[in-house]
């Protein structure tokens, strides 16, 4: 796939862990632990969608000749 595509999928995911991940931490209004354990978990999908997009992405190797 072009890089073009692999970008726009990662953008729109990325945009999707922050709508649905980040937006309701910062209107959860319960105990500490609510919100501590949900934003260690979206922490992660970061961590694992950045480790994707520089493994996909970025370290595409060059063509054998």
Do not use: C, H, Q
């Amino acid at each position: 796939m072009k890089k073009w595509v692999w970008n726009l999928i990662f953008l729109i995911l990325f945009a999707l862990v922050t709508f649905f991940g980040v937006g309701p931490l910062l209107l959860a209004d319960g105990v500490w632990i609510e919100r501590v354990l949900p934003a260690i978990i979206v922490l992660a999908v970061y961590i694992y969608l950045s480790y994707l997009y520089r493994k996909i992405v970025l370290d595409k190797k060059k063509p054998r000749s």
